[in-house]
């Protein structure tokens, strides 16, 4: 990529989206193209077509996605399946239409199934059944990834097919019914020690164990996926190495939180997939390692969190 090349970056308001912001902005890239929800619906094909016959990107990434925790998974299932679905085909298609010269497809860990062997190598992909909780949207990105597949396959699209670990940082979604597990953690623990509450409830038992990843961590790393003119992998994990249980990850934020109460397991209700940590040797041997230690990313996270999403 070079600095004055048109990047249209699909899903800016978002946590990876505005992270991808960030890091192309201080890398000097002065060509970014992005545009609000309220003006482009990604899930609409006119919209989506319109757009890229107007601005004509040359190179695009795509971190549009309708995302959330296990209980908003179980919720709304279908508006999951249906809407990433649709974006991903749309932005897709429209990349090949117009000849982009790269696309960055970002996808997520849970693709891979409930039960495997650790760390997950990305050949473990549809080897067994997904974990139920998340199914939905795992189709959707399993989808997507082929769908990038067998466009460079017909088409000759380039694409670089990002699996990222559980990410976190700002910009995250803090709802505790619709955000995964750190945002909704940090939010209750937040919210227990403003308020003097004795107990906060954990969904789980604490046992299953999570690789998590700072958001500007994987903007660096596919963004320097997206510079390395290596085009030999249908796609790669995006990890930190970086495993943690959820009940020592509880117990972390409580402590950065300075809670003083008590922590109370909802053992009847779900744990997701057991444990999920990743084999990201094919992405380390491309030259990128992550650089911001989790204990301190989650501390600035919880801050983030005071200083902008508390206050609204």
Same mark, same amino acid.
């Not at 997507?144 to 380039?158: A, D, I, T, V």
């Not at 750190?182 to 038992?205: H, M, R, S, Y």
């Not at 961590?217 to 963004?223: H, I, Q, R």
């Given at each position: 990529?070079?600095? #004055?090349?048109?990047?249209?970056?699909?899903?800016?308001?978002?946590?990876?989206?505005?992270a991808?912001?960030?890091?192309?902005?201080?890398?000097?890239?002065?060509?970014?193209?992005?545009?609000?929800?309220?003006?482009? #619906?990604l899930? +609409?094909?006119?919209?989506?077509?319109?757009?890229?016959? !107007?601005?004509?990107?040359?190179?695009?990434?795509?971190?549009?996605?309708?995302v959330?925790?296990?209980?908003?998974?179980?919720?709304?299932?279908?508006?999951?399946?249906? !809407?990433?679905?649709?974006?991903?085909?749309?932005?897709?298609?429209?990349?090949?239409?117009?000849?982009?010269?790269?696309?960055?497809?970002?996808?997520?860990?849970?693709?891979?199934?409930?039960?495997?062997?650790?760390?997950?190598? !990305?050949?473990?992909?549809?080897?067994?059944?997904?974990?139920?909780? +998340?199914?939905?949207?795992?189709?959707?990105?399993?989808a997507?990834?082929?769908?990038?597949?067998?466009?460079?396959?017909?088409?000759?699209?380039?694409s670089?097919?990002?699996?990222?670990?559980?990410?976190?940082?700002?910009?995250?979604?803090?709802?505790?019914?619709?955000?995964h597990?750190?945002?909704?953690?940090?939010?209750?623990?937040?919210?227990?020690?403003?308020?003097?509450?004795?107990?906060?409830?954990?969904?789980?038992?604490?046992?299953?164990?999570?690789?998590?990843?700072?958001?500007d961590?994987?903007?660096?790393?596919?963004?320097h996926?997206?510079?390395?003119?290596?085009? %030999?992998?249908?796609?790669?994990?995006?990890?930190?190495?970086?495993?943690?249980?959820i009940?020592?990850?509880?117990?972390?934020?409580?402590e950065?939180? +300075?809670?003083?109460?008590?922590?109370?397991?909802?053992?009847?209700?779900?744990?997701?997939?057991?444990?999920?940590?990743?084999?990201?040797?094919?992405?380390?041997?491309?030259?990128?390692?992550?650089?911001?230690?989790?204990?301190?990313?989650?501390?600035? %996270?919880?801050?983030?969190?005071? #200083?902008?999403?508390?206050?609204?």
């Open positions: 990529m070079n600095k #004055d090349d048109k990047i249209y970056v699909a899903g800016h308001n978002g946590m990876v989206g505005s991808i912001v960030r890091n192309l902005k201080e890398r000097g890239y002065t060509n970014i193209v992005v545009e609000d929800r309220k003006y482009l #619906d899930t +609409n094909q006119q919209n989506v077509r319109t757009f890229f016959w !107007e601005e004509k990107p040359d190179y695009v990434f795509l971190a549009a996605a309708k959330g925790g296990i209980k908003y998974n179980a919720d709304v299932p279908g508006d999951f399946i249906y !809407e990433n679905l649709m974006i991903q085909t749309n932005v897709i298609n429209e990349c090949k239409n117009h000849n982009v010269k790269k696309l960055c497809f970002l996808g997520s860990a849970c693709i891979y199934p409930k039960v495997t062997k650790m760390p997950i190598k !990305e050949k473990y992909l549809l080897t067994a059944p997904l974990e139920p909780s +998340n199914e939905p949207y795992a189709i959707a990105k399993i997507g990834l082929k769908m990038c597949e067998y466009y460079r396959r017909q088409y000759n699209l380039k670089v097919i990002a699996m990222p670990a559980n990410l976190y940082g700002p910009n995250d979604n803090f709802k505790v019914e619709q955000g597990v750190i945002p909704g953690l940090i939010k209750k623990f937040v919210e227990a020690e403003k308020n003097n509450t004795d107990i906060v409830e954990v969904w789980g038992d604490g046992s299953a164990t999570r690789e998590f990843l700072h958001v961590d994987l903007a660096d790393a596919v963004v996926l997206m510079k390395n003119k290596l085009d %030999t992998f249908n796609f790669l994990n995006i990890g930190s190495d970086y495993e943690i249980s009940k020592e990850l509880a117990h972390l934020i409580k950065l939180t +300075n809670y003083k109460g008590n922590i109370k397991w909802l053992t009847d209700m779900p744990n997701g997939t057991p444990r999920r940590v990743m084999d990201n040797s094919q992405l380390f041997g491309l030259g990128w390692r992550p650089k911001i230690n989790f204990t301190e990313g989650l501390y600035e %996270t919880i801050q983030w969190y005071k #200083d902008n999403y508390e206050k609204n």
